[in-house]
């Protein structure tokens, strides 16, 4: 394991007592709603854990593409099917605007991706064939973020199906990532608050968060902390705030042990008024793009280590669901609502 740190360094555990906090009541003014949600549906009379998810999220693509689209509603499904949440807890994000994602990308992109200007070239980059099909869901996929974000900010815990789309850069896309949701995210609680809110970017996907990690790397407000597979995709790595780089076939102890040394440092240190959480599932063992050999209970513990850690300081916390990859989308599906379980637990523990 290498880890190298551009702004701090944290050697030393920091532990605090755990302090559960009641759902809308948060510490700060800062924190006391939002005035408007980027959402079509919203859902201010349910007392559950909020789930951002939008029968948009998913778009066609060619027959045998390895992006494993139809995982997006099956989490959803996954979820309702096992009574983890109910129908009333989905909110309905609205579309993000052109002006919204231009607070990250820039107008030539955009103007590119949006009109379908995109040469073979920038579409073998993303994996992706440029549809209306694929900026829509792009579009809501984002929205959807921006949304937990804004949930997160009014009631501690928020959690989307979809998002964290860590790959791609202000002008271009890359590695199935189009749009930078978490970037977007970030850009927009940290544009529309007087108080100028600091943002901490946990990323535990399997891979680095090269985009994210360029779109701040002058950004003091915001801190951007990844946990990754040095070996693995993109070759060419950007300089995180603070980058850990792990060893091929890393599994759940030493993981955990890894996030346990580095979490309550940082938020103890940078002392962010929200945490937005990358809680990629592609380090499991049998992912096709991992490798690293975490198991379904590992990603249980570390996402429920995670939110614990956020939620038992008073910070609100937005989770998206990172990257994962199988050709069987029930399995998948339900490795992905594992997020949504573990945030299902600490609603239940410390923000009811």
Known sequence: ????????????????????????????????????????????????????????????????????????????????????????????????????????????????????????????????????????????????????????????????????????????GSGFCLLNDLAVAAKHLMGTSSSKRKVLIVDLDVHQGDGTAFIFQEEPRVFTFSVHCGKNFPLRKQQSDLDVSLEDGLEDKEYLSTVETHLPCLLETFRPDLVLYDAGVDPHREDELGRLRLTDHGLYQRDLYVLKTVVSRGIPVAAVIGGGYSRDIDILAARHSIIHRAATQVWRECLT
């Not at 027959?63 to 807890?89: S, T, W, Y």
Request: with cysteine; charged share 20%; glycine share 8%.
């Open 1 to 172: 394991m290498h880890t190298s740190v551009r702004e701090m360094t944290c050697t030393k555990q920091i532990f605090s007592k755990r302090v559960c906090i009641q759902v809308g009541r948060l510490v700060g003014a800062a924190f006391t709603s939002c005035r408007r949600f980027h959402a079509e549906i919203v859902r201010l009379e349910s007392s559950g854990l909020p789930i951002i998810h939008h029968g948009k999220y998913v778009c066609d693509l060619p027959a045998n593409h390895r992006f494993p689209m139809g995982k997006f509603p099956r989490v959803l499904q996954c979820l309702l099917k096992d009574q983890v949440i109910a129908e009333n807890q989905v909110w309905l994000p609205e579309i993000a605007s052109q002006e919204l994602l231009s607070c990250v990308h820039t107008e030539e992109y955009l103007n590119s991706f949006i009109n379908g200007k995109v040469n073979e070239q920038e579409q073998r980059r993303t994996g992706f064939p440029w549809s209306e099909g694929i900026v829509s869901r792009c579009r809501y996929e984002t929205g959807g973020t921006v949304l937990a974000a804004e949930v997160a900010l009014q009631r501690g815990l928020a959690c989307s199906t979809a998002g964290g789309t860590h790959h791609a850069f202000p002008s271009f």
